[in-house]
């Protein structure tokens, strides 16, 4: 007896997924994992600080409901059409969980039998759901993005018989990740339409972008929308996300959720957070303009831009592969992301961050681009 026999061989054969890296250096300008530049509301941090006493000694609300209930306020619906997990992280788990069956190990299945064990995306997006589907011993049907990162229209997708329609689950990253780009609530419903299984839509950046598709998840009962306080709501610390869907989904959700996903202060820092958003609103609206002014530096200093609806650019640079830029900006302390995969090897993926922060960003890429002519 080994540790390793001990280990089911699922497990013993899985990659992990691999996050951003989150150094301790001083000085670092870190625009590598796309967390928001600005710190929380002074209310949200208030409230946190508030709740920081002998009551940490008790069971959070089990089921968020005083989150839930302010959330079904903003978007119009009922708290039985939200569930809130430890980040949305969680609920992308919990939906493989409830809605795809592990595949018969062994055995090649066909047809229905192999839809009812697919998780379904594109790519590239958020590199999370192929490793979801592997811990679940689920199959994975990745289909590529149109070389442009647009949407592959309906036609071309039953044309070219790789997309099943009747997948289990099907993950959509919308505005996408890490191209950046946003697609249409027209196109996304289409898609939605002809799809038999579960569609979530990972919504992480719904709020840099100008339309967002939440409504089909009121409108489709086949059809969840993934949000979370991470990314615009500065709140990556608190692991706080939701889904919004039909209740009978959504009750599915909180079955098989561990008792207390959400920590307390996390509830309560996201429920301070629903009665700030004016301070928030002014955040996005700096994130895009500093967005908006960083992609037209770059593009002036030669780098390849693609539009983006999110609080990143992604971005082909001149000269160097992508990865000797990663090391180069390193160097001169400034975190970008680079992803090792075929379809992306090429670019940077640049969060933004402060306009000092941008500022700084090209000058390094001027300072890089002086040695390397
Ligand atoms: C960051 C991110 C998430 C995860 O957010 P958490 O709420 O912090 O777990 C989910 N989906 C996408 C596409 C993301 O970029």
């Not at 001083?26 to 006493?53: C, H, R």
């Not at 809130?84 to 809605?99: I, K, P």
């Not at 990314?231 to 919004?244: E, N, P, T």
């Not at 959400?262 to 928030?280: F, H, K, P, R, S």
């Amino acid at each position: 007896m080994t540790p390793q026999s001990l280990i089911r061989p699922l497990v013993r054969k899985l990659h992990a997924y691999v996050p951003g890296e989150q150094p301790k250096i001083q000085g670092l300008i870190k625009l590598n994992t796309n967390e928001n530049p600005f710190p929380p509301s002074p209310k949200v941090l208030a409230a946190v600080k508030a709740a920081t006493d002998g009551r940490l000694r008790l069971y959070p609300n089990p089921a968020a409901d005083r989150l839930r209930a302010k959330l079904a306020k903003l978007h119009r619906c009922k708290p039985e059409n939200i569930l809130v997990g430890n980040g949305s992280d969680e609920v992308l788990a919990l939906a493989v969980r409830a809605f795809v069956e592990p595949a018969p190990r062994g055995r090649r299945s066909r047809g229905a039998a192999r839809a009812r064990s697919t998780v379904q995306y594109f790519t590239p997006s958020y590199s999370l759901y192929p490793v979801l589907a592997d811990i679940h011993g689920a199959m994975r049907n990745p289909v590529s993005l149109r070389p442009d990162f647009t949407l592959p229209a309906l036609p071309e997708l039953k044309r070219r018989r790789i997309w099943n329609f009747n997948a289990a689950l099907t993950f959509v990253t919308t505005p996408n990740a890490p191209s950046g780009r946003g697609y249409t609530t027209q196109e996304l419903d289409r898609l939605c339409r002809a799809q038999r299984g579960v569609v979530v839509l990972d919504e992480a950046y719904a709020d840099f972008a100008n339309e967002n598709a939440l409504r089909l998840a009121l409108k489709h009962d086949h059809v969840l929308v993934a949000r979370t306080f991470s990314k615009a709501y500065s709140l990556c610390f608190q692991r706080v996300g939701y889904c919004v869907g039909h209740p009978e989904l959504i009750a599915a959700l909180h079955k098989i959720r561990d008792s207390y996903n959400v920590n307390g202060l996390g509830q309560i820092a996201a429920e301070a957070t629903l009665d700030d958003l004016a301070y928030y609103r002014a955040n996005f609206a700096r994130i895009i303009a500093t967005r908006e002014q960083l992609a037209r530096d770059l593009t002036r200093l030669g780098f390849r831009m693609f539009p983006s609806s999110t609080n990143f650019l992604l971005a082909q640079p001149p000269g160097p592969p992508a990865s000797e830029w990663l090391r180069k900006l390193r160097e001169r302390k400034i975190l970008v992301r680079w992803f090792d995969q075929p379809e992306v090897r090429q670019y940077l993926r640049i969060t933004i961050g402060t306009p000092a922060e941008a500022r700084a960003l090209v000058r390094a890429v001027r300072e890089i681009l002086s040695r390397v002519q």
